[in-house]
T-cell receptor
Framework: NAGVTQTPKFRVLKTGQSMTLLCAQD?????MYWYRQDPGMGLRLIHY???????AKGEVPDGYNVSRLKKQNFLLGLESAAPSQTSVYFC?????????????FGPGTRLLVL | AQKVTQAQTEISVVEKEDVTLDCVYE???????LFWYKQPPSGELVFLIR??????QNEISGRYSWNFQKSTSSFNFTITASQVVDSAVYFC?????????????FGTGTRLQVFP
């Protein structure tokens, strides 16, 4: 099993450009998450999904959109990138509902917005 | 409000020293779960342990041990006889059963450097 994979690993964008980050999991997990990691701030939740076709906002959703058309994939879109979105983005998945569920993370995508 | 505090930003030790990483949490819930993750220099986050609020027994896994104390709202992580491979950023996280279910609240992390 590959677990959670993220594409691409690294990307440089110019301000105003758009892009989509892809997260895929092969564990048949219901829940999927997108986080961003910034120096000194830990991981902050951007959006999450509790199942195919559903999405919800997290702590820092502004400037991002998501879609979960297939259970195994969770896409994070930046419509008009800003330098403030320079960060490392992590995707995670969890088996299902419940605070006890462990989240499993992908390797991260490093994004630089110039 | 829910919060996780890792007051130690960075710790440096010499190989074979013992080191404790502190984690203090705040929650309104009586049922909650605490987690530790490791982020090595390669960047991925690796799950280490999960502990529920009803189980205050200490846990040991090889050189790793965890001390959960509800009285002080702490879930500290100790590495015994540290090794260079333990160098990483360690995150403590909280999940609440009622108020913020299905979400992880992370601390800001502690960077551990183990020198040979």
């Amino acid at each position: 099993n590959a677990g959670v994979t993220q594409t691409p690993k690294f990307r440089v964008l110019k301000t105003g450009q758009s892009m989509t980050l892809l997260c895929a999991q092969d564990m048949n997990h219901e829940y999927m998450y997108w986080y961003r990691q910034d120096p000194g701030m830990g991981l902050r939740l951007i959006h999450y999904s509790v199942g195919e076709g559903t999405t919800a906002k997290g702590e820092v959703p502004d400037g991002y959109n998501v879609s979960r058309l297939k259970k195994q994939n969770f896409l994070l879109g930046l419509e008009s990138a800003a330098p403030s979105q320079t960060s490392v983005y992590f995707c995670a998945s969890a088996p299902g509902q419940g605070a006890y569920q462990t989240q499993y993370f992908g390797p991260g995508t490093r994004l630089l917005v110039l | 409000a829910q919060k996780v505090t890792q007051a130690q930003t960075e710790i440096s030790v010499v190989e074979k020293e013992d080191v404790t990483l502190d984690c203090v949490y705040e929650t309104r819930d009586t049922t909650y779960y605490l987690f530790w993750y490791k982020q090595p220099p390669s960047g991925e986050l690796v799950f280490l342990i999960r502990r529920n609020s009803f189980d205050e027994q200490n846990e040991i896994s090889g050189r790793y041990s965890w001390n959960f104390q509800k009285s002080t709202s702490s879930f500290n992580f100790t590495i015994t006889a540290s090794q260079v491979v333990d160098s990483a950023v360690y995150f403590c996280a909280l999940s609440e059963a009622v108020h913020n279910t299905d979400k992880l609240i992370f601390g800001t992390g502690t960077r551990l450097q183990v020198f040979p």
